[in-house]
């Protein structure tokens, strides 16, 4: 029969000695340190990872809403603000939003430029913005618009040029189904995106003055053909009367 296996006597190990317990606490410990300062290790990655992404979101809405000298974080900063929406609005025919979140710096400087002139884009928060138009009967209405972070439009009159630019501007960046144009206002009335597309669909005030002006200058011409034209049609009438008698 074969003999039992079993370990060599230099392999043998007590459970029970002395020596042995301590060595197994002393490791215990170790494996227990080490786990710990491995969870700090990641925790302390993880939150360096999340405040250097709070801090790029925070310097991000910074920008947006007027910069790192305070624009829209200090009291002068947001009676500034105020003041010059208030401005903005007393010079606009129609003031129009879309939504500002998920732009960059530099996409907004970009629509910004392609925008014509007398149209001022401006991302307000919806706290001074209800300020603003407080007491404005033409756009007091666009309180009911002030939800989300809000990219405004005050237009002084070019409504047909601003909303193309930012056609444009849409498709070139392909964000036309996230930032399309959303609500509007004009002589208090609440338009929605479509009711903002139809006005800016009408001639603005200078192709409406340049019809009337072709109008009127059409007016002497058409008269001088119509009075030329009397003697000839009178004379044909009076030949075939003429000729009928014979």
Known sequence: ??????????LDINTSSTSFKNNLHHAT??????????????TGSGAAFTFNTAAR????????????????????????TVEQVNELLEASEMIFTMPAS????????????SLPEGTTMKVVKNKLMARAIEG?????????????????????????GS??????????????ETHPVSAGVIDGDVLDANGVKRVGDLPSKLELYARIAGGI???PTKLAKATNAVPSKLARAIK?????KE
């Open 240 to 244: 075939l009367a003429a000729e009928t």
């Open 29 to 42: 410990q170790n494996t227990m340190k080490f786990g710990t300062l491995f969870l700090l290790a990641t």
């Open 163 to 176: 909303l193309k630019a930012i056609k444009g501007f849409l498709k070139e960046s392909q964000k036309g």
């Open 102 to 113: 998920g732009l960059t710096v530099k996409e907004v400087s970009g629509l910004r430029r």
């Open 57 to 80: 979101s925070s310097r991000f809405s910074t920008e947006l809403y007027g910069g790192a000298k305070g624009g829209a974080t200090t009291l002068d900063g947001k009676q500034k």
């Open 1 to 10: 029969s074969r003999r039992p296996f079993s370990l060599p006597r230099a």
């Open 217 to 219: 200058n059409a007016v």
């Open 136 to 160: 404005n009967k033409n756009f007091e209405n666009a309180g009911s618009l002030l939800k989300g972070a809000n990219m405004w439009f005050f237009v002084e009159e070019d409504i047909g």
